[in-house]
């Protein structure tokens, strides 16, 4: 397995994942024109409204040889960072197999794969709604095939933290800048 980011001017256009394949599983542009949904922030800051993203795949251990969960996770990873609304140092993108499911009728081929988003308190619901749509669209763009071929339930879902009770300790946002401090492509 392997990735490409071919980058756009201002935001990667497509992620290519797989070496047989050779395929683009997502084209970054048409989702990026769309998320430019805050005011331009000058280089290095983010938008007062910038909080985290969680994003949790949930899925049934019986989908992991239909899917292509770290494709899944790197597009999750790409898509989430080319919104001004997500600090990269805040991101995170994980997945948990469960064991011990039931899923519709029962049988044994019913899958699924569930998303969620858990973000900061704050941003507008328009905002919410257009990443929203924009990384369910990668979701799905990623799991055509399995969704074709066999009995999957596919969702996601939105979750904001509370504002009061959200106790958090990150230093990587400090990394982060220092490691595109130091990288050729900014100097």
């Known amino acids: 397995m392997s990735h490409v980011i071919i980058p756009g001017d201002d935001w990667p256009l497509a992620v290519w994942i797989g070496q047989d394949r050779k395929r683009i599983v997502y084209i970054m542009h048409a989702i990026a024109s769309r998320a430019k949904t805050t005011a331009p922030t000058p280089p290095g800051q983010r938008p007062a409204t910038a909080r985290m993203p969680h994003l949790i795949v949930e899925y049934s251990a019986n989908v992991e040889d239909r899917i292509d969960l770290d494709g899944l996770l790197e597009c999750l990873h790409t898509a989430a960072a080319g919104y001004d609304v997500f600090p990269l140092g805040g991101l995170r993108v994980r997945a948990e197999r469960r064991e011990h499911y039931r899923v519709a009728d029962g049988h044994p081929d019913n899958g699924f794969i569930h998303v969620t988003a858990i973000i900061g308190h704050g941003r507008p619901l328009e905002v919410r709604k257009e990443v929203g749509q924009g990384l369910f ?19 996601f879902n939105i979750q904001e933290f509370h504002p009061e009770l959200n106790y958090k300790r990150n230093n990587l946002h400090e990394h982060v800048r220092a490691r595109a401090a130091d990288s050729p492509a900014s100097t």
Not at 140 to 145: A, G, P, V, W, Y
């Open 137 to 155: 669209e990668v979701i799905c763009d990623q799991l055509e095939t399995p969704f074709r071929d066999s009995p999957l339930a596919i969702s």
